[in-house]
């Protein structure tokens, strides 16, 4: 350990209290995405307090704060925190006022990069980063809603359901050359690096039929409700067809399954997410259920409005980050550090990002119970902020002390899927769609 890196961690040190009194506040005050105004504006209250100039309002609710911004031309550095959380109503943290929970852990994402920016700002560590450093808190990670966002993308507000899709669309990534994030999980292990995540796109399935009187002219009407159960048991059916390597999810909800007892339902709307370890998979896995819910509303006589959505490229593997590595060792001693490796069956729109540039992952514990479940529960604060704050920063600190040499290094070594966001937005449009069937 160096001077500058026992700096970093005295300084969070000395901080713990206000660190641990910010992520409180974020767990107990959940938003959901596209939606974290007040997140947001405690985030750019920090930093703000902390002398870095601050951009708002990207992709609504996103910030960018800048550290060094004179040595940008060396390495840009982004370190992402996530501001949305998930419904859940009945969770014990739960906002009374949004109905979300942090049941994901992103409020302590926001809490490690704020600990990290009152570490990195001190002017004797400042100087020793040779690059730039973008605090950078991101919106609408988790995928949900997708009825609100489409009502977002109507208005003209977003094009992409997830967050750090838009903000690839609309450029705010362009300034940055690699990017740090973390995620919680249950346990008190540290991983590092990560392995593959499934890719999706979204749909929001309207099967509409024709109202009548449930119990005295039930002839006369086309029960959407059946139509869509229809359509639902035939992508059960489908199931047998999904490779298991290609790890296949599809996970639907009714959201408006009609309007009264006693009136034979004339609108359904069913949304979900297709997910698969590739392109080619969840690709797929959307015609059989595009197929499903019209041979549902074949059946009964109805007629079917699919609209399909970009959602989430996979996940790519990354090896565990020395830095990240180093960091953990040194922040968070006794605690095992193990590297990722494996497939996962979920999805983040981090998978995105890393086919324009590095990203690289680090998780801590400090939580228990299950992610996005009402059991989550945070055990030890110490790990799940502190330990991720000192992470953040220590790492920053490797990749750009040195002339940002190693940093430079990784971005010059970095295969990129895409050139620039012109050419992922291009690619993505073609999961854009809208197709009625009658």
Avoid: W
């Amino acid at each position: 350990m160096d001077q500058t890196e026992a700096l970093i961690i005295e300084t969070i040190d000395r901080h713990r209290e206000e660190i641990l009194e910010f992520a409180r506040d974020i767990y107990s005050h959940a938003e959901l995405g596209y939606k974290e105004f007040q997140t947001s504006g405690k985030f750019v209250k920090k930093m703000e307090q902390l002398g870095l100039r601050t951009e708002k309002g990207f992709a609504i609710t996103g910030v960018k704060a800048y550290l060094n911004e004179d040595k940008k031309e060396n390495a840009s550095l982004a370190l992402l925190g996530e501001l949305d959380a998930l419904r859940i109503p009945e969770h014990a943290f739960a906002n009374p006022e949004t109905n979300a929970a942090h049941c994901c852990g992103h409020h302590a994402q926001m809490a490690g990069v704020f600990g990290a920016a009152l570490a990195l700002t001190v002017p004797e560590i400042a100087e020793k980063l040779d690059g730039q450093v973008v605090f950078f808190a991101t919106p609408a990670e988790e995928y949900g809603e997708i009825e609100f966002k489409n009502q977002l993308r109507e208005q003209g507000k977003i094009r992409y359901g997830g967050g750090k899709c838009e903000l690839l669309r609309i450029g705010a990534f362009d300034d940055i050359d690699l990017c740090l994030t973390h995620h919680i999980r249950p346990g008190n292990e540290i991983l590092v690096g990560s392995g593959t995540g499934n890719g999706f796109v979204s749909k929001v399935i309207r099967v509409l039929g024709k109202a009548s009187h449930a119990a005295g002219a039930p002839e006369k009407g086309v029960n959407a409700l059946s139509a869509a159960s229809l359509g639902l048991q035939a992508l059960g059916l489908n199931r047998e067809t999904f490779r298991d390597e290609d790890c296949v999810r599809v996970h639907p909800i009714i959201t408006k399954g009609g309007n009264l007892v006693n009136v034979i339902p004339d609108e359904v709307v069913v949304e979900t997410l297709v997910r698969g370890k590739t392109i080619e998979a969840f690709t797929d896995a959307a015609k059989k259920t595009d197929r499903s819910f019209k041979a549902g509303a074949i059946a009964m006589g109805a007629k079917v409005e699919i609209s399909t959505l970009p959602g989430y490229l996979p996940t790519l593997a990354e090896e565990a980050l020395p830095e990240l590595k180093h960091a953990a060792e040194i922040s968070a001693s006794g605690i095992p550090v193990i590297e990722a490796s494996g497939h996962a069956g979920g999805s983040t729109d981090v998978g995105d990002v890393q086919h324009l540039m590095p990203v690289y992952t680090f998780n801590t514990g400090g939580v228990k119970g299950g992610l996005h479940q009402i059991d989550f529960e945070v055990t030890d604060e110490e790990e799940a902020y502190i330990v991720t704050a000192k992470m953040f920063a220590l790492a920053a600190y490797g990749l750009l002390k040195e002339k940002a040499q190693r940093s430079r290094e990784l971005v010059d070594q970095y295969e990129p899927v895409f050139k620039n966001s012109a050419e992922y937005v291009e690619f993505m449009e073609q999961f854009d769609s809208k197709e009625i069937f009658e």
